[in-house]
């Protein structure tokens, strides 16, 4: 049977660590997680984000950025995402079959308030940033890079784009 799991590889032994996810979790597959600075993980989901600490098995929603969002029901799910170097978890959304642009990219801030920067989109890969911490890069159907400008002021622009194919994988 299909189950959650967290791994993480420890190069220096080839050690491989496997944690499950609390049962209040299990029934859906993470999209991404990002490291606390007070330990454990903030983990995105198609419920939202939740603080997770694996020692203790504890979890707490913090917020479901798409709980009221069409279609109803509900087939958008948090995929890709990454910390900024001001601690904001960056993380896109996306329909699950993968065809709408339904999807969207939020912002959640260390205070816990999330904000959506962009939507629109099929999904979003490939959260970067620029050596000055200027621009973010984000791999999307219908944005790719957005200048943060102090961080809450988004301006989608296209660096390359990518014509569909049937024969591209």
Request: charged letters at 25%; glycine letters at 8%.
């Amino acid at each position: 049977a299909w189950q959650p799991l967290i791994l993480r590889y420890r190069p220096a032994d080839a050690r491989v660590d496997t944690w499950k996810l609390p049962d209040a979790l299990n029934a859906e597959p993470i999209g991404s997680l990002v490291f606390r600075g007070q330990g454990g993980f903030v983990v995105a989901m198609k419920s939202g984000f939740h603080f997770l600490d694996l020692d203790s098995g504890a979890s707490e929603r913090i917020v479901d950025p798409e709980r009221q969002r069409p279609p109803v029901p509900k087939t958008n799910r948090l995929s890709d995402g990454k910390c900024d170097r001001r601690g904001r978890y960056w993380c896109g959304s996306t329909n699950s079959n993968l065809k709408d642009a339904t999807g969207s990219l939020y912002r959640l801030d260390p205070d816990r308030s999330c904000t959506r920067m962009a939507e629109g989109t099929i999904v979003s890969n490939g959260i970067a940033w620029s050596p000055d911490d200027q621009t973010m890069y984000c791999r999307a159907v219908s944005f790719t890079a957005c200048t943060m400008r102090s961080g809450s002021d988004p301006r989608p622009c296209t660096l390359i784009r990518l014509e569909s194919s049937d024969d591209q994988a």
